[in-house]
């Protein structure tokens, strides 16, 4: 073991001291385990190391490793060291370890212990340079390298860089006939000035694979060298109470020759949240203030990640019961492991409101309004949902958003008639409930003329085939693989290699005229290839985290849609689910929807899970799914949090305020106010999500965040407030105007209603609730004051509409 690795284990075994002295007799362990589950050991260099995790019956889990007893069922087959297994002779034996009355027994097995192992320049230089940061993009990883030596980020390129090392300038960065004086190595050990520092002393691992490899003359890996397929974190989770807590965590890599490594002083850790749970160079991490975060390793290509709860030490908390679906069970359950309280279930009226909107894009009629206010029944919310539900609205909303994602206007290569065709078709499929993945299936693989099959559009919209790609990947599976394009994703798991053999489903697509000049006709041509740009490879069409099809001389388009709508991929229903529900709760699960990433993690992983289970049971209707989450307490809740939750904004303790979308805002404005907006192509009365043709638009729509469908991003349409929208709604047309030309008030005083009568039926339409007492107080006594009885009321409406109330859903 070496010596940073016995201080590690010896401080690990000190913290725990500190912070958890004596297990508190209170709460009791209810089980323990060891990580990882099995050891390995394969030559005379290998080692592993381990981590005793005791969780209590709270679930809070405790770093026990150094207090555990252990022992070895065959001491002369392994020794160890510490938390360090190491190779004695050849063997299979067990690691026994108990701990507060619990035992667990762990499988070892060795092989090959008294052979050395070759220094490989791929499995153990390498690794090296992505530990001390060489190839990131801050140091030697950069485009221009730095100080004259550049080497390929995060190690794309191995190839690449054992040529730049050896080769250029080799006499300097390498001695052969004196490896320690190697420049390479005298800068990372701060022998000689180096911009990046000292990276590692001379009694390091580091130091010593580098010098032996060096020693060895700095060969270049011979035949096939093992991939490394997958590595895994341990433990796969944490809870950790009081500040000062800790938890050590060992990374293994699993190789396509079947042999496993213990990575872990070869991994670069980090987490997304060091306000709560930060995490050292050595895998160490310390709880800090009450919060959640990942912490994550990164070897290889391959980045895993481990979610950590820390809790504050003697919380004053009462595990509430939960009640309504499973949804609500799996929210629950993420609460209590927050030690989070929900707040309560909104009224009625709220409800009515905040469906509506978010179902239809409208606001509940006054009729509406008394209807469901007189139902006394125990499910008239279920009933409110299913009519919903029913109305075209919902399907026009949808098919709204869904042309954002497909980036749905005229352009030069899309005439209006085609734009308008394609919306059509997709607000079609959505009305006449076709199962979404036979929607994407017909539109992935569609062949044949813009006009008369409307979804070929979708290769006229984006023609580059690298970025045709690209919006695939993010759009139905929520991943952003751009980066990969230039070199291996830094954040996530994809390469170069997943990149360019993903982009080769569509290297094949072909486009001719037809008859009609605006019409296109697209077609496989059944001919085009891909090349990878280190090396000018040809690549063959591979899915993302799968395998290489058989394509057999069919449309690479067909057998890609058939894969991503399929079982096979894990991607396609979590996104499409976390979508709809990121519609109604303002954040999605995995947020931002279209940045699925092992640094980027869903706040509540089960239920990610198992809403994309059920949108695959209820076979893509997705009508079903919406009617679960309507249905749901999670859904329900009141915007109002409480002193426990108000600092939580992605479990969803609470609901979220949210700003009406631009579209639905000033439908919403219409209808309340009477008045119909004109839209160029559309007839009058045409409702703003209605609009086929994503360059057709206004000053409203434009200000108040509109998707402009210039790229597939869910971030194009906003809904953040800005001041252009306030002065707008305050002085622009969107209301005084409508007011004004909408005549309702001007009707309801000739009618003879009353003021108190006019006020109440203008907050019902715009509010769907009645003014309170000290508001209609206000209201009468301010409308005393005005000669104009007309104006006066018109006024208040005006307010009304420029209330935060009224833009907002909550």
């Not at 310390?286 to 994550?296: D, F, H, I, L, P």
Request: net charge negative.
């Amino acid at each position: 073991m070496t010596r940073n690795g016995i201080a590690h284990w010896m401080l690990s075994g000190l913290l725990l001291c500190l912070a958890t002295s004596t297990v508190q007799a209170e709460t009791a362990i209810r089980e323990i385990n060891v990580y990882p589950p099995s050891i390995e050991l394969l030559t005379s260099r290998d080692a592993q190391h381990y981590v005793v995790v005791a969780t209590r019956e709270d679930d809070v889990t405790l770093d026990v490793t150094a207090q555990a007893t252990v022992s070895l069922a065959n001491g002369a087959l392994v020794k160890r060291d510490g938390n360090l297994i190491l190779p004695v002779a050849d063997g299979e034996t067990t690691l026994k370890v108990e701990y507060a009355g619990h035992k667990v027994d762990v499988p070892v097995t060795v092989a090959k212990a008294t052979e050395e192992r070759p220094v490989s320049f791929h499995l153990d230089v390498m690794p090296v340079f992505m530990r001390a940061g060489c190839n990131t993009g801050s140091c030697h990883g950069a485009a221009r390298g730095k100080d004259g030596f550049r080497i390929s980020l995060f190690g794309f390129d191995p190839d690449g860089d054992y040529f730049r090392i050896t080769r250029e300038q080799a006499t300097r960065r390498i001695n052969l006939a004196n490896p320690p004086a190697s420049l390479l190595l005298e800068k990372s050990v701060g022998a000689v000035p180096h911009t990046g520092g000292k990276l590692f002393d001379t009694d390091t691992q580091y130091y010593a694979t580098m010098l032996r490899w060096l020693e060895d003359g700095a060969k270049p890996d011979e035949g096939e060298v093992p991939r490394c397929e997958e590595i895994k974190i341990y433990p796969p989770k944490a809870v950790l109470e009081g500040e000062g807590a800790h938890q050590t965590f060992v990374v293994k890599a699993f190789y396509s020759n079947g042999t496993t490594r213990d990575v872990t002083d070869l991994a670069a850790f980090s987490s997304n949240n060091d306000n709560s749970a930060p995490i050292d160079k050595n895998g160490l991490c310390t709880a800090a203030k009450r919060g959640e975060a990942y912490v994550m390793a990164r070897f290889d290509t391959h980045t895993v990640g481990s979610q950590v709860i820390v809790l504050p030490k003697d919380l004053n908390y009462k595990k509430p019961e939960v009640a309504g679906n499973y949804i609500d069970e799996l929210v629950g359950a993420k609460l209590h492991k927050l030690r989070i309280t929900p707040s309560g279930i909104c009224s009625d009226e709220e409800y009515l409101r905040r469906a509506t909107i978010d179902i239809t894009g409208l606001l509940p009629t006054e009729e509406e309004y008394n209807e469901f206010m007189a139902d006394n029944s125990a499910d008239k919310r279920a009933k409110l949902v299913d009519r919903l539900l029913q109305r075209k609205e919902f399907s026009e909303i949808w098919a709204m958003r869904w042309s954002e994602l497909l980036m749905i206007k005229s352009t030069n290569n899309v005439s209006g008639k085609s734009a308008f065709l394609y919306n059509s078709w997709l607000t079609d499929q959505i009305s006449n409930d076709v199962p979404l993945d036979q929607m994407v299936r017909e539109l992935l693989s569609a062949s044949g003329g813009t006009f008369s099959n409307p979804p070929t559009n979708y290769y006229e919209i984006e023609r580059d085939t690298l970025k045709t790609a690209e919006n695939v990947a993010q759009v139905f599976m929520g991943l952003r693989t751009q980066c990969a394009q230039c070199h291996n994703h830094p954040f996530d798991r994809w390469t170069m290699d997943d990149y360019y053999g993903f982009a080769a489903f569509f290297s094949q697509i072909g486009r001719k005229n037809a008859e009609d000049y605006r019409e296109r006709i697209i077609y496989d041509r059944r001919g085009g290839d891909v090349r990878h740009p280190v090396g000018n490879k040809v690549m063959p069409p591979k899915f993302l985290g799968g395998g290489e099809p058989d394509l057999a001389g069919r449309d690479r388009r067909e057998v890609l849609a058939e894969w991503l709508t399929s079982a096979e991929n894990p991607y396609f229903a979590t996104s499409v689910a976390n979508r709809i529900w990121a519609s109604f709760f303002g954040v999605g699960i995995v947020d931002p929807v279209d940045d699925v990433r092992v640094s980027n993690p869903a706040s509540n992983p089960e239920l990610y899970e198992t809403l994309g289970n059920k949108l695959v049971e209820y076979n893509y209707d997705f009508k079903k799914l919406v009617r679960d989450i309507c249905a749901s307490k999670a859904y329900q809740r009141t915007t109002v949090p409480n002193e426990d939750n108000k600092s939580d904004t992605k479990n969803f303790a609470y609901a979220q305020v949210r700003r009406v979308p631009a579209e639905q805002l000033l439908d919403c404005i219409s209808q309340v106010t009477s008045h119909d907006e004109k839209f160029r192509g559309l007839p009058l009365g045409s409702r703003a999500v209605q609009i086929a043709d994503g360059k057709t638009s206004n000053y409203f729509l434009d200000t108040f965040g509109r998707s402009e469908r210039e790229t597939v991003c869910s971030c194009e349409a906003s809904t953040s407030p800005t001041l252009s929208q306030a002065l707008h709604m305050l002085n622009g047309s969107a209301t005084q105007d409508k007011i004004a030309r909408g005549k309702l008030v001007e009707g309801w005083v000739k009618e003879g209603l009353s003021e108190e009568v006019i006020v109440d039926k203008i907050y019902i339409r715009a509010l769907s609730r009645k003014p309170t007492a000290e508001e209609k107080e206000k209201l009468m006594a301010v409308l005393k004051e005005e000669e104009n009885k007309q104006r006066g009321l018109e006024d208040v409406f005006w307010a009304v509409l420029n209330s935060r109330e009224f833009m907002f859903n909550h």
